[in-house]
Nanobody, 123 residues
Framework: QVQLVESGGGLVQAGGSLRLSCAAS???????MAWFRQAPGKEREFVAS????????LHADSVKGRLTISRDNAKNTVHLQMNSLKPEDTAVYYCAARRVGMSSLTEGAYDYWGPGTQVTVSS
């Protein structure tokens, strides 16, 4: 089992920045980690994923150049640096982990999920 806990969410003005963190505990070897988000009234959507080494990342087109995923395996953490935030980035952000396998844009491919952290961007 892997337990995931997100932190770093909050309220920020448009154009501002936040840094989300996801702390993993338990059986922490997870080849692929990812961030998803769910806005009010919408389905959960893929944001970014990262391989075990950190050498391979994927970012949704809507966040490329603004949101960046990274990981620190020594600390069992994954981060999402969020810059130039827009009101449409408002959502609950979830950290996810796969037991095996490469990056996937599909939430069903991920085995473990955190409870989420709220990000609100005001205009």
């Amino acid at each position: 089992q892997v337990q995931l806990v997100e932190s770093g969410g909050g309220l920020v003005q448009a154009g501002g920045s936040l840094r989300l963190s996801c702390a993993a505990s338990g059986r922490t070897f997870s080849p692929t980690m990812a961030w998803f988000r769910q806005a009010p009234g919408k389905e959960r959507e893929f944001v970014a994923s990262i391989s075990w080494s950190g050498g391979s990342t994927l970012h949704a087109d809507s966040v490329k150049g603004r949101l960046t995923i990274s990981r620190d395996n020594a600390k069992n953490t994954v981060h999402l640096q969020m810059n130039s935030l827009k009101p449409e980035d408002t959502a609950v952000y979830y950290c996810a982990a796969r037991r095996v396998g490469m990056s996937s844009l599909t939430e069903g491919a991920y085995d473990y999920w955190g409870p989420g952290t709220q990000v609100t961007v005001s205009s």
